[in-house]
């Protein structure tokens, strides 16, 4: 067993630190003040950070995916300084999906992937259907080449400025189904939703209206028809024959842990490393600050109450980052064991997020409250991570239920 990061994940570590604190972290005071980006300024965003390997065109994914590592370096390191922007830029992950769209998407849309123009949101909850997702109501109902969608979803990142948003919703059997809803080709209206922390990252509602979206546009018909197409697979850099092979495996896989969990998996690894990031900001401005700032005539730092909390916080942060990693790994195998580990991952390091923000708040007194200095945002921006993508208490019945077995689900 290793601990150490490579000395390529080093350097990738590296210049994504040089990256976010030239070019990213100049704009954060300013825009959390000024709230929810509009589409613009995200679209700039996610432009600047092609340029150290974060985007959707093939080459960049084909990097990314060659190392899950570095995929969770660059989450703790764009958490720890600007939550807001980590997730347009993340949660834009269906802008990928393109790759396997249907020639005609591709010709419209490839040219705005490659430029890392394309902003995505993935849309599952619903104002009766939150923690109970099986509560959906919105349904796709097949109609000739056409699903007609109806319904509302609620709580959606990116919603009011995406371009793509990957649907789920019940189609006429009452089976749950992925849709790539593309917004020029299938209209739907958005609202915002404004909120305690991330404050320049977009949320909304989403409202389809008999909405029509290309039969085409269903996502496991997406990856069944490009991995039978031997020249598509070639031009995604795929091996054909690997690909055939690899295609049952895939399904079964997908079909044991099923699309959403594989979703989740990845998204509950990357909110446990989103909060290590966080926690590590606070934990580093403590320890500055405990070393300058000085009361009864010493530094704060000489304060055992105060090495008590900074013992705590390091903690914290170290085991969310420990538990964030071993998850992501078992997510990028697609390993059953993914479901537990990051639930437990995302359970614990999101709440240890909100102590380690509080006790940063803590350790800098007074101007820990100010919005001169970050630690405000940080305790709001830590305090947002133990709802989305399941909260903590879905998180642990989940955990209760993946080491009991079957029979044992807390909401079955
Ligand atoms: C900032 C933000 C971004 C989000 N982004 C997205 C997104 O991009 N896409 C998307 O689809 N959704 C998104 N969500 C929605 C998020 O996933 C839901 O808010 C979450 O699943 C909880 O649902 P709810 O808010 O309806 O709370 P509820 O499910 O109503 O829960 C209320 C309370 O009851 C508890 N509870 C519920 N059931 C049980 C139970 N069985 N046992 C014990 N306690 C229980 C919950 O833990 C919680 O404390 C986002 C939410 C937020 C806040």
Same mark, same amino acid.
């Given at each position: 067993m290793d601990f150490d990061l490579s000395e390529d994940q080093k350097l990738f570590r590296a210049s994504i630190r040089e990256f976010l604190e030239k070019e990213i972290q100049p704009l954060v005071d300013e825009q959390e003040k000024k709230g929810p980006m509009g589409r613009e300024e995200a679209v700039s965003l996610l432009k600047k950070f092609q340029k150290v390997g974060l985007g959707f065109d093939l080459e960049s994914l084909r990097a990314m995916g060659q190392d899950p590592v570095n995929l969770g370096i660059l989450t703790e390191e764009m958490f720890r300084v600007w939550p807001s922007a980590a997730g347009i830029v993340g949660l834009s992950f269906p802008a990928a999906l393109i790759h396997l769209g249907s020639e005609d998407m591709r010709r419209r849309l490839l040219p705005r992937v490659e430029r890392n123009e394309v902003i995505g949101c993935y849309a599952i909850t619903e104002p009766e259907a939150?923690?109970? &997702?099986?509560?959906?109501?919105?349904?796709?109902?097949?109609?000739?080449?056409?699903?007609?969608?109806?319904?509302?979803?609620?709580?959606?990142?990116?919603?009011?400025?995406?371009?793509? *948003?990957?649907?789920?919703? %019940?189609?006429?059997?009452?089976?749950?189904? @992925?849709?790539?809803?593309?917004?020029?080709?299938?209209?739907?209206?958005?609202? !915002?939703?404004?909120?305690?922390?991330?404050?320049?990252?977009?949320?909304?509602?989403?409202?389809?209206?008999? *909405?029509?979206?290309?039969?085409? %546009?269903?996502?496991?018909?997406?990856?069944?028809? !490009? @991995?039978? &197409?031997?020249?598509?697979?070639?031009?995604?850099?795929?091996?054909?024959?690997?690909?055939?092979?690899?295609?049952?495996?895939?399904? %079964?896989?997908?079909?044991?842990?099923?699309?959403?969990?594989?979703?989740?998996?990845?998204?509950?690894?990357?909110?446990?490393?989103?909060?290590?990031?966080?926690?590590?900001?606070?934990?580093?401005?403590?320890?500055?600050?405990?070393?300058?700032? !000085?009361?009864?005539?010493?530094?704060?730092?000489? @304060?055992?109450?105060?090495?008590?909390?900074?013992?705590?916080?390091?903690?914290? !942060?170290?085991?969310?980052?420990?538990?964030?990693?071993?998850?992501?790994?078992?997510?990028?195998?697609?390993?059953?064991?993914?479901?537990?580990?990051?639930?437990?991952?995302?359970?614990?390091? *999101?709440?240890?997020?909100?102590?380690?923000?509080?006790?940063?708040i803590q350790i800098h007194g007074g101007v820990g409250l100010s919005d001169e200095y970050p630690l405000e945002r940080y305790f709001r921006d830590a305090r947002m991570l133990t709802i989305p993508d399941g909260t903590t208490e879905i998180q642990k019945l989940i955990v209760g239920r993946e080491l009991l077995g079957k029979g044992f689900s807390a909401y079955a």
């Open positions: 939150g923690s109970d &997702n099986r509560a959906m109501r919105t349904t796709a109902i097949l109609d000739g080449d056409a699903y007609v969608v109806n319904g509302t979803k609620t709580w959606i990142s990116n919603a009011p400025i995406a371009d793509l *948003c990957l649907l789920v919703a %019940n189609d006429q059997e009452g089976n749950r189904v @992925f849709l790539l809803v593309e917004k020029e080709v299938s209209p739907y209206e958005t609202s !915002t939703l404004h909120k305690l922390g991330w404050r320049a990252a977009p949320t909304g509602e989403i409202y389809f209206d008999n *909405c029509q979206v290309p039969r085409e %546009n269903n996502l496991l018909e997406m990856i069944t028809r !490009t @991995f039978s &197409n031997p020249e598509r697979l070639e031009e995604l850099g795929l091996d054909p024959e690997k690909a055939k092979e690899s295609l049952p495996r895939l399904m %079964n896989l997908m079909g044991r842990m099923s699309v959403e969990n594989v979703i989740f998996a990845f998204l509950r690894s990357g909110m446990a490393l989103a909060a290590a990031g966080l926690s590590q900001a606070a934990l580093d401005a403590s320890l500055e600050y405990a070393k300058q700032r !000085t009361q009864f005539g010493k530094p704060i730092g000489r @304060f055992q109450l105060i090495q008590e909390m900074l013992y705590d916080m390091a903690v914290l !942060t170290e085991t969310s980052r420990l538990l964030g990693y071993k998850a992501l790994w078992l997510s990028a195998r697609m390993d059953p064991q993914a479901r537990l580990m990051s639930s437990l991952a995302k359970g614990y390091a *999101c709440e240890a997020a909100v102590k380690v923000t509080y006790d940063a």
